[in-house]
Structure formats: structure tokens, C-alpha cells
């Protein structure tokens, strides 16, 4: 296989920005239609997101999977199988749509509070806030390894009363998130086992990219929330 050129790294920078910036635009989407409500089911919502998504990307996308997750769901681990549920009025929904992206080349997640709990509220605003300091740390420091970025994002959420929902705080793009019974290698996974620099040459001879994947989670009143984008492109 060739290795890739400055033209390739460049089209593959510029798609995953595009792919981001389509993905902002689903979510923006369905905040502006107000798709999320008491009362409607998980599943429900699911409908109506895959239907913005066709307007936005004009074409049949991703693979089917479920995007929402709500109030107990939230704290399940990535690819658990849930029953669907009714969204209740103080509930976090938990917006993923990686879904839409065939091959995982990227990721994109938000969390909506349903109602006015003060405690959801800080947790969806926590999140935003440990994930501007994570990309801050990995700008500021060419050599940062998987574990030293994971440590300062486990130390933040700490900081802020929070633990974190998943082993790892981000992946490498293109590479599928981790789920239970597989075998990952640490070292395409922003972890606690990767102790090589994330600015690399991935496979393939592609420059690594790596998608942000911060989850929080109360563990005591059984919450949690996710906050995914692209760490290193804009």
C-alpha cells in the first residue's frame, strides 16, 4: 500500500472536519426542533435524529445503531445492550453520533439536560470544560503520551467531583471504540497503557487523529453524561 502523500494527509484532515461540522449540524438540528422531550422513548428520538441526519448528509449514512441514551442508560458501557426508555423530566440524553460515520473515522457527542436539576446541569457543563483543558494540554505539549492526557482529564474530573465513565478518554480515528470481550491495542486508545506520544505516524503511514471521548458519570445518584469531538483538527 502506498504511503500517503501531503495531498492524502490534507484530504483526510479536511474530510474529518467536514464529517465534525455535519455532525454539529445534526445536533444543532435537533436542539432547534426540540426532538427531545419527556415522554417520547429513546427510540423515538432515535427516528428523529436519523431523520435530520438524511437532510443534513442528503444520503443514507453510517450503520444502524442506536444514538440516545438516557437517565440510567447514560452510565452503561459503550455497546451494552438497553431496553428501550421513556425520557423523563429530569433526565440526562446522551446524544452519540458516531453511529452516522461508517468505518469510525470520527465521533461526535453531546449531552442535553431534560429539566432543571442543578447537579445535570454542572455535570454537561463540567464535561465541556474538562475537554477545552484536555485539548489546551495536548496543544501545549508536542510530546504527550495517551497516559499523560488520560491522567490530567481523570484528575480534572476528580478535581470537579466527577468520575469517569470508561477506561479510556479517547481513540485513535479510525479505529472502533472499545467494547467488552474485545482485545484493543493500548496504543490506539487515549489510556492509562499508552505510553507512546500521540503526535505518530498511525497505520498505513497516516498521521494519527484522535477523537476526544470524555464521559463523567455520579456514581452515587446513577447519572453520567458523554462530550466527544476531534482533540488535534478544527
Known amino acids: 500500500m502506498a504511503v500517503p502523500d501531503r495531498m492524502d494527509e490534507r484530504l483526510r484532515a479536511l474530510r474529518l472536519v467536514e464529517e465534525q461540522r455535519m455532525a454539529q449540524a445534526v445536533f444543532a438540528g435537533v436542539i432547534e426542533g426540540g426532538l427531545i422531550s419527556p415522554g417520547s422513548t429513546e427510540c423515538e428520538v432515535d427516528d428523529r435524529i436519523w431523520d435530520v441526519a438524511g437532510e443534513v448528509f442528503g444520503t443514507a449514512v453510517g450503520w444502524p445503531d442506536r444514538l440516545v441514551r438516557?437517565?440510567?442508560?447514560?452510565v452503561l458501557p459503550y455497546g451494552h445492550c438497553r431496553p428501550d426508555r421513556v425520557i423523563g423530566v429530569d433526565d440526562l440524553v446522551v446524544i452519540d453520533l458516531g453511529p452516522l460515520f461508517a468505518g469510525h473515522e470520527?465521533?461526535?457527542?453531546?449531552t442535553v439536560v431534560v429539566g432543571d436539576?442543578?447537579?445535570?446541569?454542572?455535570?454537561?457543563?463540567?464535561?465541556?470544560?474538562?475537554?477545552?483543558?484536555?485539548?489546551?494540554?495536548?496543544?501545549?505539549?508536542?510530546?504527550?503520551?495517551?497516559?499523560?492526557?488520560?491522567?490530567?482529564?481523570?484528575?480534572?474530573?476528580?478535581?470537579?467531583?466527577?468520575?469517569?465513565?470508561?477506561?479510556?478518554?479517547?481513540?485513535?480515528?479510525?479505529?472502533?471504540?472499545?467494547?467488552?470481550?474485545?482485545?484493543?491495542?493500548?496504543?490506539?486508545?487515549?489510556?492509562?497503557?499508552?505510553?507512546?506520544?500521540?503526535?505518530?505516524?498511525?497505520?498505513?503511514?497516516?498521521r494519527a487523529h484522535w477523537i476526544l471521548e470524555i464521559r463523567l458519570v455520579d456514581e452515587r445518584s446513577g447519572f453520567g453524561g458523554a462530550f466527544k469531538q476531534l482533540l488535534d483538527l478544527v
Open 117 to 206: 436539576d442543578p447537579d445535570r446541569r454542572r455535570l454537561v457543563e463540567d464535561m465541556a470544560q474538562v475537554g477545552v483543558a484536555a485539548r489546551e494540554r495536548f496543544l501545549g505539549q508536542d510530546g504527550i503520551t495517551g497516559r499523560q492526557l488520560h491522567a490530567e482529564v481523570r484528575a480534572l474530573a476528580g478535581k470537579a467531583g466527577w468520575s469517569l465513565g470508561a477506561c479510556q478518554v479517547g481513540r485513535l480515528c479510525g479505529q472502533a471504540p472499545a467494547v467488552g470481550g474485545s482485545d484493543p491495542e493500548p496504543r490506539d486508545f487515549i489510556g492509562p497503557d499508552n505510553d507512546e506520544p500521540l503526535r505518530r505516524t498511525a497505520a498505513g503511514g497516516w
Open 70 to 74: 438516557s437517565g440510567p442508560h447514560t
Open 106 to 110: 470520527t465521533d461526535f457527542a453531546r
